[in-house]
Nanobody
């Protein structure tokens, strides 16, 4: 099995920065696409950013130019650097990975438990 653990959320003033991290542990054999999603109260979960195994990135229009997604394949980790944060960025942020464990032949989607990001004005 593969487990994802997130860290780095918290409370920050508008205009500030936070860095989220997600690490995959367990019987990880390989990891494909990774991404960050967020869900604000009363809203659907939405894509924030994704990164492929080849490090191609994609961002939601609302975060382009402010957020940067990156990955370290050797450490099975992914990060999201969030700058110029706005109150509307307030949400629970979830990491996502398509991973194959050492006990399966196929990749499966895995999700982190979520970390709260609150941006105060």
């Amino acid at each position: 099995q593969v487990q994802l653990v997130e860290s780095g959320g918290g409370l920050v003033l508008a205009g500030g920065s936070l860095r989220l991290s997600c690490v995959a542990s367990g019987s990880v054999f390989s990891i494909g696409a990774m991404g960050w999603y967020r869900q604000a109260p009363g809203k659907q979960r939405e894509l924030v950013a994704t990164i492929t195994s080849g490090s191609a990135t994609n961002y939601a229009d609302s975060v382009k130019g402010r957020f940067t997604i990156s990955r370290d394949n050797a450490k099975n980790t992914m990060s999201l650097q969030m700058n110029s944060l706005k109150p509307e960025d307030t949400a629970v942020y979830y990491c996502y990975m398509e991973a194959r464990s050492r006990t399966t032949y196929f990749s499966h989607p895995y999700w982190g438990q979520g970390t709260q990001v609150t941006v105060s004005s």
